[in-house]
């Protein structure tokens, strides 16, 4: 009896010890994130998010994201246009997508210029591959199901979509043999999404997190496609998935009678090489934002992660048309704006357009000069725009619901 006892508390140790595998001296691979890139290649790759090498959509991509995001409206349950209907979004992922739209839909619910009908649905589930989520009758679909029939909702007023997920069945590190693999998961993937959601229309893909810092003897319960540099690897899987689309490529094609698949485009890109600050600051500190396995994040690095998405798509182009609430109730029909209390400089504008709108907070629309929206969305004191991808010519900047339209040119 005693051997036994004694043999069962060997296991648990050499269990704790699995489980237990981050090693700090990991610090940094010397990898460049894909948006420190920009501009260079990577054993002859184009670095940064998009295909010319730069972090910003390209114009054709940016009009078509634009477009996608005016469609969406609140939905009734039977996906028919409803103005009591909803926006709903999802997560899906695994273990540390979990945590982090967690800590994001948190910071969402405290936002105060959060469009009500948008609802937030999280079904990410701990230990879910994109290799089992290709499967329509897959478990991890039932559940989103359930997560969404215990919130009142159906599959047919989901619209939106934030993914981060890899393959955790493939140890192939390999380049580019790697990433051009995982992005036939991911075409699997969103072909699945596209049949299960029928008016899903924006599915934004984020890069994972460093996981340098969990040693290969943490594959037995990882899963050895979590592990470096699989997560250096599938954001250039991502950056390609999305180019994919954009060249028009068969099978991934989201508009038109061959359209097998929603429209994509970047969330965030969570990879910085350990401890060693990226362009923009993101870095992942060993102590303080991971785990006890390497692996997952900690308290912490969820809610830096959270704050990271809550960040981008609060500012994100393509969001401000369903993200914010769609009207300023300090607006009403009857209030007469004056130019006096608006400014937006400069004008002819250059690179970035500054508006002032005093000291209440208006609802703001910009138009090409066919009519088609280019930016939505709510200003407060000041919102500075980037217009450097604008296409030289007039562009209305509409003040209110039905106020006041200046003219801008580029």
């Known amino acids: 009896m005693k051997h036994i006892v004694l043999l069962a508390a060997i296991i648990i140790a050499m269990n704790s010890n699995v489980l237990a595998q981050k090693n700090c001296a990991n610090d940094s691979t010397g990898l460049i994130p894909l948006i420190d890139l920009t501009g260079k290649t990577w054993r002859g790759f184009t670095g940064g998010l998009y295909p010319d090498g730069s972090n910003a959509r390209p114009v054709a991509h940016k009009g078509k994201s634009l477009l996608q995001s005016q469609s969406v409206k609140p939905l009734d349950g039977n996906g028919a246009v409803s103005p009591t209907g909803k926006i709903v979004w999802i997560g899906v992922g695994a273990s540390n997508p979990r945590t982090e739209f967690i800590r994001f839909s948190n910071q969402m619910d405290t936002f105060g210029l959060k469009n009500p009908a948008l609802k937030l649905i999280n079904t990410c589930i701990g230990g879910q591959g994109i290799q089992k989520m290709n499967s329509q009758t897959d478990n991890y679909w039932k559940q989103a199901d359930k997560q969404l029939s215990d919130s009142g909702l159906t599959n047919k007023q989901v ?210 000069i066919l009519g088609q929206n280019i930016w939505s969305g709510v200003v407060g004191s000041e919102s500075k725009i980037d217009t450097r991808e604008w296409i030289p010519g007039i562009y209305s900047v509409r003040i209110g619901e039905k106020g006041l339209v200046i003219q801008v040119s580029r």
């Open 159 to 368: 619209q939106i979509a934030w993914i981060e997920t890899d393959n955790t069945q493939t140890g192939d590190t390999t380049f580019p043999q790697a990433p051009q693999m995982l992005i036939q998961d991911f075409q699997t993937l969103l072909v699945t999404m596209k049949q299960l959601y029928p008016n899903l229309k924006l599915c934004y893909i984020t890069a994972r997190a460093y996981s340098g810092y969990a040693d290969a003897s943490a594959g037995a319960t990882a899963g050895k496609g979590l592990l470096f540099p699989r997560d250096y690897l599938n954001g250039w899987a991502i950056k390609w998935l999305i180019e994919k689309q954009i060249n028009g490529e068969n099978g991934y094609e989201f508009e038109g009678a061959s359209a097998s698949i929603p429209f994509i485009t970047w969330g965030t890109y969570n990879w910085a090489d350990g401890s060693i600050k990226r362009s923009d600051g993101l870095q992942w500190l060993c102590d303080s934002d991971i785990g006890e396995d390497g692996l997952h994040l900690s308290a912490t690095g969820e809610i830096k992660s959270g704050a990271l998405m809550f960040d981008y798509f609060t500012k994100d182009e393509t969001t401000q048309a369903w993200i914010m609430k769609p009207t300023v109730s300090d607006i009403t029909e009857e209030e007469v704006i004056s130019p006096d209390e608006i400014s937006i400089m400069p004008n002819p504008v250059n690179n970035e357009l500054t508006i002032h709108v005093g000291n209440v907070s208006r609802a703001v629309q910009i138009s090409n």
